[in-house]
């Protein structure tokens, strides 16, 4: 026989309570947006140094790679 999830809320369902919907919907977009925040600092991270040395190789003078990473 297979169980059944309830999925009632605990608590009291207050004058000024949400409903069930917008706690979840709220919440999801919480942790949608928590999650590209850090998957935003990841790309940052890793990606600047590379981004730099690509837009510094396409710029007049075309430089080579070691007179970009040189720290003269």
């Known amino acids: 026989?297979?169980?059944r999830?309830?999925?009632k809320s605990k608590g009291k369902a207050g004058k000024g309570s949400k409903s069930s919907n917008e706690k979840s919907s709220a919440q999801c977009f919480?942790?949608?947006?928590?999650?590209?925040?850090?998957?935003?600092?990841?790309?940052t991270h890793y990606g600047f140094i590379p981004l730099v040395i690509i837009i510094g190789m396409n710029?007049?003078?075309?430089?080579?790679?070691?007179?970009l990473l040189s720290p003269i």
């Open 30 to 43: 919480k942790e949608w947006s928590t999650w590209a925040i850090k998957k935003a600092k990841v790309v």
């Open 59 to 67: 710029t007049e003078p075309k430089p080579q790679l070691y007179q």
């Open 5 to 7: 999830v309830s999925l």
């Open 1 to 3: 026989m297979a169980s």
